[in-house]
Nanobody, 121 residues
């Protein structure tokens, strides 16, 4: 079970840090990703970090503002979001893949419930 937290309401230009924790599962064996889905839009890739934490991939338009990291000892993955914009408003989901790392939602076997991020202008 993956559980995302840390969402909320923030003013444009502000920051949030999302966390993804797992119960009953050790995350250190998994490549961990974040996706988001805005109202009326398809789910889109945000970022992924490999199981060792040495490889990261970002959506091109989010690189530089968002940072994915992980603390395997704490069994937690983070998404630091800075300089937030109203278009970042979405439900953010964390996800896990035991096998491959990539931008497609299809490669991820496990999904958590999302956390709402709302950025007001």
């Amino acid at each position: 079970q993956l559980q995302a937290s840390g969402g909320g309401l923030v003013l444009a230009g502000g920051s949030l840090r999302l966390s993804c924790a797992a119960s009953g599962r050790t995350l250190s064996s998994y490549n961990m990703g974040w996706f988001r889905q805005a109202p009326g839009k398809e789910r889109e890739f945000v970022a992924v970090i490999n199981w060792k934490g040495v490889v990261t991939i970002y959506a091109d338009d989010l690189k530089g503002r968002f940072t994915i990291s992980r603390d395997n000892a704490a069994n937690t993955v983070y998404l630091q979001m800075n300089s937030l914009k109203p278009e970042d408003t979405a439900v953010y989901y964390c996800t896990a893949s035991a096998r491959v790392i990539g931008r497609s939602a299809n490669v991820y076997e496990y999904w958590g419930q999302g956390t709402q991020v709302t950025v007001s202008s």
